[in-house]
């Protein structure tokens, strides 16, 4: 019962122009290892006062910190700058969150080192029922009002999150170690990674799981540390060989090949059971063909390779694996079954 007091919200990105082109939305997280309301307290948030809680309970709401609203010490107030709304940008602010130019909101005065220490985060959010029941209607209205002005492109269901929690005073219990999403990034925890010493392009990715969670191998490869929750596939992974210059610009995996050009609602390539890796093209990109491709096998990783290169074949190959297990359990004795299960290493061809 007391793990039931956390609600997970489901987690959906909308659809984003990617050079040029733009492709349906759909999920792109996937678990890494399961998400309670046990919280992972190790390193408190930033500039975090008061009582450190171990779950998540009424009144701490949880988050993961973005790169998109960085901490800053800037005690400027946050403005949105947008055009069109003929208010004040402190009207703005205030009717954004409240409904009214002059209404009642925690968003007034709301600085930008509040704002990025305390309110700049992203999925997953976790939060107690309770607290789902008082946000969750003012982080719909929100993303309504703030929809209207905002540019093309804006991160508005995300904003409006940040926006929510400052609106109803609930400073975000900010964690830096809930999911893998970019080699460069700064808020995210790759120690479990980093310690791999296997090449996760040319290992089962169970196995790979299994060294990175205390208790599935003894071989784990850093003792005592777990790898974030999810792995967010959010943007394209690119790796530094030739043989991928005509692979879409050199990417090792995009979450847009599998249904660029495809209209709304029809099957997108991993869901036609019955075609092969020469059969389905999606918009430009082979999308089969290049979801088998992998880069050279390295030896010992973490001797021979970049870290951020490391950090890339992680997100990609992993990413793919889990793909081709979902394939097989989609498309049981199918011929895309068959076909994505089986990799190529582009130095064989």
Not at 39 to 52: K, N
Not at 191 to 207: F, I, P, S
Not at 258 to 278: I, K, Q, S, Y
Not at 285 to 300: E, G, H, I, N
Request: proline share 8%; charged share 20%.
């Amino acid at each position: 019962m007391a793990e039931q007091a956390a609600r997970v919200l489901p987690v959906v990105q909308q659809g984003r122009a990617v050079q040029g082109r733009r492709g349906p939305g759909g999920p792109d997280f996937v678990f890494l290892r399961p998400l309670t309301a046990k919280l992972d307290t190790a390193a408190a948030p930033r500039d975090w006062a008061g009582p450190v809680p171990t779950r998540v309970q009424n009144g701490f709401v949880v988050g993961q910190r973005y790169e998109n609203l960085r901490p800053q010490l800037d005690s400027t107030l946050c403005h949105f700058n947008f055009e069109g709304h003929n208010m004040s940008e402190d009207e703005f602010l205030s009717w954004v969150c409240s409904g009214d130019k002059d209404g009642e909101t925690g968003c007034r005065g709301l600085t930008l080192y509040e704002f990025g220490t305390f309110h700049g985060s992203g999925v997953p959010y976790i939060a107690h029922r309770d607290d789902w029941d008082l946000l969750a209607p003012d982080w719909n209205s929100i993303n309504a009002r703030l929809h209207k002005y905002a540019p093309k492109g804006y991160y508005i269901d995300m904003w409006s999150w940040n926006l929510v929690t400052a609106h109803r005073g609930r400073r975000q219990f900010m964690q830096e170690n809930m999911m893998l999403s970019s080699a460069v990034a700064y808020f995210e925890d790759w120690q479990a990674v980093e310690a791999l010493r296997v090449d996760a392009c040319y290992t089962d990715v169970e196995e790979i799981l299994s060294f990175l969670m205390p208790g599935r191998s003894p071989q784990q490869a850093l003792p005592g540390h777990q790898v974030p929750n999810f792995l967010h596939y959010c943007l394209p992974i690119y790796v530094p060989y030739p043989s991928f210059k005509d692979q879409d610009g050199g990417r090792l995996r995009s979450k847009y090949w599998f249904d660029w050009g495809v209209e709304r609602g029809r099957p997108h390539a991993l869901e036609r059971c019955n075609d092969t890796a020469n059969a389905p093209m999606v918009g430009p990109c082979p999308a089969l063909k290049w979801f088998k491709t992998s880069p050279p096998r390295r030896a010992q990783p973490n001797q021979s390779m970049p870290i951020t290169e490391l950090r890339n074949r992680f997100l990609g190959c992993v990413a793919k694996g889990i793909f081709r297990k979902a394939v097989q359990a989609l498309c049981p004795g199918q011929p895309m079954a068959r076909d994505v299960m089986e990799s190529t290493d582009p130095l064989d061809e």
